[in-house]
């Protein structure tokens, strides 16, 4: 598959992902400088962009593993992907996580495997979030994109959270190799208190994850090189 158009430019090694195209351009338009577009293939969009003068791609890829994965990996193909920071929902049936919440993942669970990320970045991370008082809390997510189809909340005695992408990224490093990846996000439903995020809950909580995302994407970004 050829998902990314035919641009011939070279590509940062950062890389912001996010599901909605809509945001992506969000994104652009609040938080980057000398944005150009690379890609608009089957609607997603793919935009390369400055973030405090750090060079970085943010893409779109969709709802779920195989979407994610099928742009991921072309980007992992097509350039050095040195580090991945990746922004989306994600359901829980912990009454002590409210919609609205912000999670960093430090285990990402499927049927078959776990992932952990890279011990550094998950600490750099913690610290930016410290440094600029963002209330986050780690989190153990089983990944299954089923949810968004027949509603079926799965967990296990470890996980805390439902996602529909983080293992899949997670496993990025096993695959292309020296991949940093963290996965950053936001309770958008919580089924034990039937709970679902408002727009106003939803548009506040999201700009906070993703400067928070950004932030941790470009830091120590001198080191990837």
């Given at each position: 598959?050829?998902?990314?158009?035919?641009?011939?430019?070279?590509?940062?090694?950062?890389?912001?992902?996010?599901?909605?195209?809509?945001?992506?351009?969000?994104?652009?338009?609040?938080?980057?400088?000398?944005?150009?577009?690379?890609?608009?293939?089957?609607?997603?969009?793919?935009?390369?962009g400055d973030f405090n003068g750090i060079r970085l791609m943010v893409?779109?890829?969709?709802?779920?593993?195989?979407?994610?994965?099928?742009?991921?990996?072309?980007?992992?193909?097509?350039?050095?992907?040195?580090?991945?920071?990746?922004?989306?929902?994600?359901?829980?049936?912990?009454?002590?996580?409210?919609?609205?919440?912000?999670?960093?993942?430090?285990?990402?669970?499927?049927?078959?495997?776990?992932?952990?990320?890279?011990?550094?970045?998950?600490?750099?991370?913690?610290?930016?979030?410290?440094?600029?008082?963002?209330?986050?809390?780690?989190?153990?997510?089983?990944?299954?994109?089923?949810?968004?189809?027949?509603?079926?909340?799965?967990?296990?005695?470890?996980?805390?959270?439902?996602?529909?992408?983080?293992?899949?990224?997670?496993?990025?490093?096993?695959?292309?190799?020296?991949?940093?990846?963290?996965?950053?996000?936001?309770?958008?439903?919580?089924?034990?208190a039937h709970e679902v995020i408002g727009e106003a809950v939803r548009?506040?909580?999201?700009?906070?994850?993703?400067?928070?995302?950004?932030?941790?994407?470009?830091?120590?970004?001198?080191?990837?090189?």
């Amino acid at each position: 598959m050829d998902l990314l158009d035919h641009y011939q430019g070279d590509l940062p090694n950062l890389c912001l992902v996010t599901d909605d195209p809509y945001r992506v351009k969000m994104i652009a338009a609040h938080y980057l400088d000398r944005v150009e577009i690379f890609s608009e293939m089957r609607g997603q969009v793919g935009l390369i962009g400055d973030f405090n003068g750090i060079r970085l791609m943010v893409l779109s890829v969709g709802i779920g593993e195989r979407s994610t994965m099928a742009y991921l990996g072309e980007i992992c193909r097509r350039t050095r992907v040195k580090r991945v920071i990746h922004f989306g929902d994600c359901v829980t049936a912990d009454p002590n996580l409210p919609v609205g919440t912000i999670l960093y993942v430090s285990k990402a669970m499927d049927h078959e495997e776990s992932f952990i990320p890279a011990q550094n970045l998950l600490h750099h991370a913690v610290k930016v979030l410290n440094e600029n008082n963002v209330k986050a809390y780690p989190g153990v997510t089983f990944t299954e994109d089923r949810f968004l189809i027949d509603r079926k909340y799965i967990q296990n005695q470890e996980t805390n959270i439902l996602d529909f992408t983080a293992a899949g990224i997670y496993g990025l490093d096993k695959i292309y190799g020296d991949i940093e990846v963290l996965s950053i996000l936001n309770v958008c439903e919580n089924v034990s208190a039937h709970e679902v995020i408002g727009e106003a809950v939803r548009q506040s909580g999201g700009q906070t994850g993703i400067m928070s995302a950004l932030q941790i994407l470009t830091h120590h970004s001198d080191v990837l090189q």
